[in-house]
């Protein structure tokens, strides 16, 4: 479903969806903090599997909740897989 902001001709379809914040931001930013520690995906796929459709969005968010952006918190908290 289109914003009725979009359907209302204030910005093209494409550019809403590119731009929308994801359904549910806390879900999203969980998802990405799961994907971001143990994946290998990069920060395009992880923003696009988390529901914010651009990385972008991701990163402003990210930046917002935890001081941080999606690629300084993969940093910091990466799991290796090797368990102890």
Do not use: C, I
Request: aromatic share 8%; charged share 20%.
């Amino acid at each position: 479903m289109v914003s009725s902001a979009s359907s209302a001709g204030y910005m093209a379809s494409r550019t809403w969806r590119a731009h929308r914040p994801a359904k549910n931001t806390g879900a999203g930013t969980a998802s990405g903090k799961d994907l971001l520690s143990s994946g290998a995906a990069s920060v395009e796929e992880v923003a696009r599997q988390s529901g914010f459709g651009a990385s972008e969005t991701m990163r402003r968010l990210f930046r917002n909740a935890f001081g941080v952006s999606p690629t300084v918190y993969r940093a910091r908290f990466r799991t290796t897989g090797v368990s102890a």
